[in-house]
């Protein structure tokens, strides 16, 4: 495995999206993970940073190459300064959205990977973690 590698790609906007998810998708590929686990990665991602376009306006997502005595992987952090969620419980149940979508985002993060965690208070923001192993 590479060397530890930390990708912070700020995020304002839909290409910041795509930059950060083709990032996502690299970083992957040097870990080890195979290109549909890659492109399962790089869809959490997607997920995580349009969330914080669409309700934070900016934040940050951090990439980061992960190892213990037993295991690699890769693991994500999306942060933003926006309004913060109401309910985290909500927003992690299938179909509850607030923008009109079909609610499938955070859920759809939490099933596509091996661990996720989610911190938010109100008008201060929301930290996502989510990490995946290689098999």
Excluded: C
């Amino acid at each position: 495995m590479p060397a530890r590698q930390d990708i912070l790609v700020a995020i304002r906007s839909d290409a910041d999206i795509v930059s950060a998810r083709q990032q996502g998708r690299s970083l992957a590929a040097a870990i080890g993970f195979s290109a549909t686990d890659a492109t399962l990665i790089a869809t959490a991602i997607s997920e995580l940073a349009r969330n914080i376009v669409i309700y934070a306006g900016q934040g940050e997502v951090e990439l980061q190459s992960v190892e213990t005595s037993q295991k690699k992987g890769i693991m994500i952090s999306a942060r933003d300064s926006g309004p913060g969620i109401r309910s985290i419980e909500d927003v992690l149940r299938d179909g509850y959205s607030t923008s009109g979508g079909l609610g499938l985002g955070l859920p759809g993060v939490k099933r596509l990977m091996d661990e996720f965690a989610i911190e938010s208070e109100l008008r201060q923001g929301t930290a996502v973690t989510i990490k995946k192993w290689l098999k």
